[in-house]
């Protein structure tokens, strides 16, 4: 039995482990910093800046990062691939000098939108391109669209 090479890589695409994040933020009196952070796939782990906002990480193939501490919610884009998620799993304290926090982070399916569209800009009637006519179809009236 012959196997499709790409049909090979969409089957351990699809079968292939969630992947997660570990990140260890240091806090001072004013600001905290969550730049140490790693993130784990199935070829290894890399490390990644998860202070908050978008960037490109030093991820393989990773072409969108972006966290959001305020809602503890973080996603992310491999080329090839629709977005994924992430939720923060866990918090611990670990010694430093400063006060420091170790937080874990799991995949989940993605259920928040990017940004919401202000009311102002929703459309509130759509408009066809097409003209509106009538036509006389066997004796009776036919409107197309």
């Known amino acids: 039995m012959r196997f499709e090479f790409t049909s090979l890589v969409a089957f351990l695409a699809t079968t292939a482990l969630a992947d997660r994040m570990e990140i260890f933020t240091k806090c001072g009196d004013t600001s905290c ?9 199935d070829y290894g782990a890399y490390r990644v800046n998860a202070n908050t906002g978008c960037r490109v990480p030093g991820v393989p193939h990773m072409e969108e990062f972006c966290i959001d501490w305020d809602n503890r919610r973080l996603h992310f ?11 923060q799993d866990s918090e611990s304290a670990y010694g430093c000098g400063a006060t420091c926090y170790k937080t874990t982070w799991r995949e ?20 066809s391109s097409a003209p509106s006519t009538t036509a006389e179809v066997k004796g009776k009236r036919a409107v197309n669209f």
């Open 33 to 41: 910093n969550s730049y140490d952070g790693w993130f784990y796939t």
């Open 108 to 127: 989940i399916p993605c259920y928040w939108r990017m940004a919401p569209i202000p009311e102002e800009q929703l459309a509130t009637e759509v408009q």
């Open 77 to 87: 884009r491999f080329g090839g691939q629709d977005k994924r998620c992430m939720t």
